[in-house]
């Protein structure tokens, strides 16, 4: 299978989400690799329900299809871990009140310590987190990275202070700043280049509106596999711009000149390197999959099934409907969205009850924003496997006996 996108063409496509001429399709619902799931979690993860998770290294843990269940928030047991980094050590959760953040770019810069930042507001926030290379083990080039399927991403609920009324008590922003810059609290050896290795992401400083510093995650204090004390959240985004431990936020003229902003997380063709001027990994993109039916390959009996999934976006413009298909999307029905409507950055639960006679069915959603945009049957082929939208390869293949 080969890219035929011209470079313009793949971040048209990618800004838009919207189309997948010209890029080459995949088999639905692509197995894990071979031993994925027998690998120990990683320390800072040992609390999670090791059945219901699948190890791809010490930084990348993936929730299994079948465990996300109905209840529309992901428990912490069971979401994803992604880090870029190394975390720190155990230490700075002992007192995450103690935890300082330094604000500049401010009339009033300064640090403040998490203690103070809860006198100053309090908001929160439902949002899908999830991970930029989401659905990347679909790709036949193989990028590299963990290969997630569908299981690098949660709906969960974050407790902090929004950006903007901190932003307020300190005088607001200077004049001439286009972006929120922050930056992650781990640390590093004495002689590496920090700019080759700190998390540190710029965004547009507006999302300053909806961003939170967050000290809770699900009604409880973040643990520091996901970022703890303190992680900055803006909702929409993909993970890697809701940076953990986060110590500083700057708003600033230029974007950080940081490996992980100038290269990494940038979608490009396939065999090129990352620079700026390509589109970098912001706002997600419209998505959906099923998760019930869960496993490729799975037996199921005649008679009634209740296809269930997922559906969101990056909020710009919210999930309005969910089709369902189970012939491979020759034929589409209108599921219907259960559960509560938790804002435009959580996901939609939908389901649609279908009857199955013996056979061969491959189970395909795809999602329609409110603006009319609906999700891709295939993926924009890039570099690092970014961005998967594609329904066909999110399909699950089953046979009913």
């Given at each position: 299978?080969?890219?035929?996108?011209?470079?313009?063409?793949?971040?048209?496509?990618?800004?838009?989400?919207?189309?997948?001429?010209?890029?080459?399709?995949?088999?639905?619902?692509?197995?894990?690799?071979?031993?994925?799931?027998?690998?120990?979690?990683?320390?800072?993860?040992?609390?999670?329900?090791?059945?219901?998770?699948?190890?791809?290294?010490?930084?990348?843990?993936?929730?299994?299809?079948?465990?996300?269940?109905?209840?529309?928030?992901?428990?912490?047991?069971?979401?994803?871990l992604r880090n870029n980094?190394?975390?720190?050590?155990?230490?700075?959760?002992?007192?995450?009140?103690?935890?300082?953040?330094?604000?500049?770019?401010?009339?009033?810069?300064?640090?403040?310590?998490?203690?103070?930042?809860?006198?100053?507001?309090?908001?929160?926030?439902?949002?899908?987190?999830?991970?930029?290379?989401?659905?990347?083990?679909?790709?036949?080039?193989?990028?590299?990275?963990?290969?997630?399927?569908?299981?690098?991403?949660?709906?969960?609920?974050?407790?902090?202070?929004p950006v903007r009324d901190?932003?307020?008590?300190?005088?607001?922003?200077?004049?001439?700043?286009?972006?929120?810059?922050?930056?992650?609290?781990?640390?590093?050896?004495?002689?590496?280049?920090?700019?080759?290795?700190?998390?540190?992401?710029?965004?547009?400083?507006?999302?300053?509106?909806?961003?939170?510093?967050?000290?809770?995650?699900?009604?409880?204090?973040?643990?520091?596999?996901?970022?703890?004390?303190?992680?900055?959240?803006?909702?929409?985004?993909?993970?890697?711009?809701?940076?953990?431990?986060?110590?500083?936020?700057?708003?600033?003229?230029?974007?950080?000149?940081?490996?992980?902003?100038?290269?990494?997380?940038?979608?490009?063709?396939?065999?090129?390197?990352?620079?700026?001027?390509?589109?970098?990994?912001?706002?997600?993109?419209?998505?959906?999959?099923?998760?019930?039916?869960?496993?490729?390959?799975?037996?199921?009996?005649?008679?009634?099934?209740?296809?269930?999934?997922?559906?969101?976006?990056?909020?710009?413009?919210?999930?309005?409907?969910?089709?369902?298909?189970?012939?491979?999307?020759?034929?589409?029905?209108?599921?219907?969205?259960?559960?509560?409507?938790?804002?435009?950055?959580?996901?939609?639960?939908?389901?649609?009850?279908?009857?199955?006679?013996?056979?061969?069915?491959?189970?395909?959603?795809?999602?329609?924003?409110?603006?009319?945009?609906?999700?891709?049957?295939?993926?924009?082929?890039?570099?690092?496997?970014?961005?998967?939208?594609?329904?066909?390869?999110?399909?699950?293949?089953?046979?009913?006996?």
């Amino acid at each position: 299978m080969k890219p035929t996108a011209s470079e313009i063409d793949l971040a048209r496509r990618w800004l838009l989400a919207a189309s997948a001429g010209g890029a080459a399709a995949g088999l639905g619902g692509l197995s894990l690799p071979a031993g994925a799931q027998t690998k120990a979690l990683p320390p800072v993860a040992a609390f999670k329900d090791a059945d219901s998770m699948i190890v791809h290294s010490a930084s990348g843990v993936e929730t299994r299809r079948s465990a996300f269940g109905t209840s529309g928030i992901t428990d912490v047991d069971l979401l994803f871990l992604r880090n870029n980094a190394s975390p720190p050590g155990e230490s700075i959760i002992a007192d995450p009140d103690a935890w300082q953040v330094q604000f500049d770019g401010v009339a009033k810069p300064g640090a403040l310590t998490v203690a103070e930042l809860k006198r100053i507001g309090l908001a929160d926030v439902a949002t899908v987190l999830q991970c930029s290379g989401n659905g990347r083990g679909f790709f036949p080039h193989k990028p590299s990275g963990s290969p997630w399927t569908v299981g690098a991403a949660g709906n969960t609920l974050w407790s902090g202070v929004p950006v903007r009324d901190v932003v307020r008590v300190l005088g607001g922003v200077q004049g001439g700043a286009r972006y929120m810059t922050s930056t992650g609290g781990e640390t590093f050896p004495a002689g590496i280049d920090p700019k080759t290795v700190v998390v540190e992401r710029s965004v547009p400083w507006t999302e300053l509106e909806n961003a939170i510093l967050a000290w809770e995650l699900n009604g409880r204090p973040i643990p520091l596999a996901h970022g703890g004390p303190l992680r900055l959240i803006i909702p929409g985004y993909y993970g890697v711009n809701n940076i953990k431990y986060v110590k500083r936020v700057a708003f600033t003229q230029d974007e950080t000149g940081a490996n992980i902003q100038r290269s990494s997380y940038r979608v490009r063709p396939v065999g090129e390197k990352g620079n700026p001027t390509q589109p970098s990994m912001w706002q997600m993109n419209l998505k959906s999959f099923v998760t019930n039916p869960s496993a490729n390959g799975q037996m199921l009996r005649a008679g009634p099934l209740q296809v269930h999934g997922v559906a969101f976006t990056g909020g710009s413009s919210p999930v309005g409907a969910v089709e369902v298909s189970t012939d491979g999307g020759k034929t589409w029905r209108a599921a219907r969205f259960f559960g509560p409507d938790m804002g435009p950055y959580a996901w939609r639960q939908f389901v649609l009850p279908v009857t199955l006679q013996p056979g061969s069915y491959l189970i395909a959603s795809r999602a329609i924003a409110a603006d009319g945009t609906l999700q891709p049957e295939l993926r924009v082929e890039n570099e690092r496997g970014y961005a998967h939208n594609g329904w066909r390869d999110h399909a699950v293949a089953v046979t009913v006996a």
